[in-house]
C-alpha cells in the first residue's frame, strides 16, 4: 500500500473500512465529509475531532491514526495472564496479588474497549433506524 500522507487520508481509510456511505460515516461523527476532500484534504484536524473518532472507533490505534505508522486497528490484548490453582497455592501473597492485580487490569481495558464498541454500534443502530 502507498504512503498515506495525512491524518484525513487515514479518517478516509476509517471510513472505507467502517462499511457506510462516507456521508453517513461523517454525520455519525458529527463532522462534515466536505472536509475530507478537495484542498480541505490537505488541512490538519483538530483534537476534539482526533478524540470523536477514537471515541466513535475505539479499535483504531490512536498512533496509526496520528502518525500513519503501525497497524490501523488496536491489538485487543486479550491475553490476560493466566494463573493456575497450583501456582497460587505456592505464590507468595504479594506475587499473588500482584499477579492478580495484572489480570483485573487488562480485563478492565477489554470491558472499556468493548463497552465503546457497544457505544457505537447502538449509535449507528439508531442512526439506521432513522433512515
Given at each position: 500500500?502507498?504512503?498515506?500522507?495525512?491524518?484525513?487520508?487515514?479518517?478516509l481509510?476509517?471510513?472505507?473500512?467502517?462499511?457506510?456511505?462516507?456521508?453517513?460515516?461523517?454525520?455519525?461523527?458529527?463532522?462534515?465529509?466536505?472536509?475530507?476532500?478537495?484542498?480541505?484534504?490537505?488541512?490538519?484536524?483538530?483534537?476534539?475531532?482526533?478524540?470523536?473518532?477514537?471515541?466513535?472507533?475505539?479499535?483504531?490505534?490512536?498512533?496509526?491514526?496520528?502518525?500513519?505508522?503501525?497497524d490501523?486497528?488496536?491489538?485487543?490484548d486479550?491475553?490476560?495472564?493466566?494463573?493456575?490453582?497450583?501456582?497460587?497455592?505456592?505464590?507468595?501473597?504479594?506475587?499473588?496479588?500482584?499477579?492478580?492485580?495484572?489480570?483485573?487490569?487488562?480485563?478492565?481495558?477489554?470491558?472499556?474497549?468493548?463497552?465503546?464498541?457497544?457505544?457505537?454500534?447502538?449509535?449507528?443502530?439508531?442512526?439506521?433506524?432513522?433512515?
Amino acid at each position: 500500500m502507498s504512503e498515506i500522507l495525512n491524518v484525513k487520508d487515514r479518517v478516509l481509510l476509517i471510513a472505507n473500512a467502517s462499511g457506510q456511505r462516507k456521508n453517513d460515516f461523517f454525520l455519525a461523527l458529527g463532522l462534515s465529509y466536505a472536509n475530507f476532500k478537495g484542498g480541505q484534504k490537505k488541512t490538519g484536524l483538530n483534537s476534539d475531532t482526533l478524540l470523536k473518532i477514537l471515541a466513535g472507533y475505539p479499535n483504531i490505534d490512536p498512533a496509526w491514526l496520528l502518525t500513519g505508522e503501525g497497524d490501523m486497528y488496536r491489538r485487543m490484548d486479550t491475553t490476560a495472564p493466566t494463573v493456575s490453582s497450583v501456582e497460587l497455592l505456592h505464590a507468595s501473597e504479594p506475587d499473588m496479588i500482584k499477579t492478580l492485580r495484572q489480570v483485573v487490569a487488562v480485563q478492565e481495558k477489554n470491558i472499556q474497549l468493548l463497552e465503546k464498541q457497544i457505544d457505537m454500534l447502538e449509535r449507528e443502530l439508531t442512526s439506521w433506524r432513522t433512515q
